[in-house]
């Protein structure tokens, strides 16, 4: 079923749209599970060039990455009917869940039992309240309801290492019809594979995220409305992010994944603070935090001294 969605994906975007954000499919037989790709070489996965270089070698790749995931979502805004279509068209399938399902069971775990009940910190009151906020808002996208591969992290972006980034979209089998904004998390919160991603960087790359999606979001101009949906999806990532706290507990101290899962509540809680949204959901991420930075001292650390760990460190 996966590689069904893969070749929709991939159709729907170079001949229902147009689109040159992805490879292109040559030719399929998918009784044989066969598709053959368009060969993007020369160009390298982004991930690859941040951990061999760092992140201030590439800012300008970084760039490209922000603005080829903004470029996905609002070019795609309002063809959800269309790709449904080549979608069943394509054979077999799921019903379409996407990330939103995912973080509705999760998130309705999280403020029930889990990792919350363990740490003593269960979300409750004002913001168990935001919290179901937050899921309506990824639920009901609205204006912001967009296509996405599912997965949207700095290892699915092939581009050139030098000159034009001309980049390319890949891994489509998950790709869904989701909140837009859900793809932006990646700018703001560390991802698997990073300590942290934050800094002026951070700021720089989610601009021009944003500034690209409004040319077929134009809701994404609006302050009020595109913090909201931001705040919303990155204070969702972190608690779903959470639910590993059971396997980071049983490894040893040092192992990177505790001060990684420290830092990707913390950044949630910062773009939320930027944004002025879920003020009480915040306060819980944090205090959560600091429970964390007790229970591991060597997850105590301070990941935004960008001497010791300058934005996209990547994790070991």
């Known amino acids: 079923m996966r590689l069904h969605t893969e070749l929709a994906a991939l159709r729907f975007l170079s001949e229902d749209l147009g689109l040159a954000l992805a490879p292109r499919v040559v030719a399929a037989d998918l009784s044989e599970g066969i598709v053959v790709l368009e060969d993007l070489a020369p160009r390298t996965a982004l991930d690859e060039l941040l951990r061999r270089d760092g992140a201030a ?26 790709y449904r279509a080549r979608r069943s068209s394509s054979g077999p399938s799921n019903p379409e869940a996407g ?57 699915n972006i092939l581009l050139h290492e030098s000159g034009p980034a001309d980049a390319r979209l890949i891994d489509f089998e ?28 951070s700021a720089r790359l989610g601009d021009h995220y944003r500034g690209a999606l409004a040319h077929g979001i134009p809701q994404a101009e609006d302050d009020l409305r595109f913090g909201f949906g931001l705040a919303a999806a990155c204070i969702s990532w972190a608690i779903v992010r959470l639910q590993r706290f059971a396997l980071l507990d049983t490894r040893a101290p040092g192992d990177h994944s505790r001060p990684q899962l420290v830092e990707t509540l913390e950044a949630a809680a910062r773009t939320a603070d930027a944004h002025r949204a879920f003020p009480h959901l915040t306060g819980w991420a944090r205090h959560t935090a600091d429970l964390l930075r007790r229970r591991w001292p060597d997850a105590d650390v301070d990941l935004t001294d960008p001497t010791a760990f300058p934005p996209y460190t990547a994790r070991r």
């Open 174 to 201: 998950s790709a869904c019809y989701t909140h837009a904004l859900l793809d932006a998390v990646c700018l703001h919160v560390p991802g698997p594979a990073w300590m942290t991603v934050g800094g002026p960087l």
């Open 57 to 82: 070698a590439h800012s300008d790749r970084l760039v490209a990455f922000a603005r080829a995931r903004g470029e996905l979502n609002a070019a795609t805004a309002g063809y959800a009917d269309t």
């Open 99 to 155: 990330h939103v399902d995912r973080f509705a069971r999760l998130l309705d775990e999280a403020h029930r039992d889990g990792p919350t009940a363990i740490l003593g910190a269960p979300v409750t009151g004002r913001a168990e309240t935001e919290l179901s906020s937050a899921l309506a808002e990824l639920s009901e996208p609205g204006p912001f309801l967009a296509f996405s591969n599912g997965d949207a992290e700095a290892n």
